[in-house]
């Protein structure tokens, strides 16, 4: 690695809902002390940097850094977070018309691909990151607990897309109800719904598996981040050998 620590990319605002003024200032600061972290553990290691230290490089007080984060190592989990909520919001926006299998792969592009959201220059600041997470214990979990996180929120992701051409009942768009039936407004309850979130989440973990271990893959090597062996071309790679998998069959309960 070279002895120029890279800028560490800026965060990149989550879709939803607008955030208040309150909630903006304190995923600021919650931002600031995590690349402070990051910062400090690639340049003088982990073992060498205390929670004081990040507060220092951040500008807050000790005791602001502890209301965020309980420990040190859990300060850069935000920065990790950053690439994995884009991934599933990328796949949470896309068009209900395009087919999951291409959405995953749209969405890989959209989040990997250097230039898009995060510069080139900044992709060596995740590759310090995530090896940072191989060579620490105690970061490989933080970095474990983000991207189980993340297969959790694009499961949810994937149950919304199957229901995108359905009533709120369950019932296919166009399809009438029984006569007599009560339309409650919610998808139906019990073991269907327990069987479709089982399918949507492991169909979450074989998707998100493929987009980590490419991350972990090229991150290990020194190659650059464009080209046949980036992040980006490598995801897309693991997505194709699955393009026999039963994406829709999965989330859809088919």
Known sequence: MSSTTPTPPPATPAAGTAASLTERRKAETRMEIARAAAGLFVRQ?????????????AGVAPRTFYRYFAAKEE??????????QRWVEAVRTASAEVPLPQALEDAVRHTLTPGRGVSVASWEWVRALIRLAEENPSLRRVWAEVCQASERSLAEVLVERAGAG?????????EQAPKGEVVSGHLPDGADNVAALA???????VAGSA????????????????????????????????????????????
Do not use: M
Not at 75 to 84: C, Q
Not at 167 to 174: H, N, T, Y
Not at 216 to 234: F, S
């Open 199 to 205: 399918r949507s989440r492991f169909a979450a973990a």
């Open 166 to 174: 359905r009533v709120p009942d369950g019932r296919a768009r166009g």
């Open 45 to 57: 290691g982990l073992r060498a940097t205390r929670a004081e230290d990040i507060a220092q490089a």
């Open 211 to 254: 987009v980590r271990t490419a991350l972990e893959t090229w991150a290990a090597g020194d190659g650059p981040a464009e080209g046949p062996q980036g992040p980006a071309e490598l995801a897309l790679a693991h997505l194709a050998a699955l393009r026999d998998f039963p994406w829709e069959g999965l989330t859809a309960g088919a």
């Open 75 to 84: 300060a850069v989990g935000p920065l990790y977070a950053t690439g994995a």
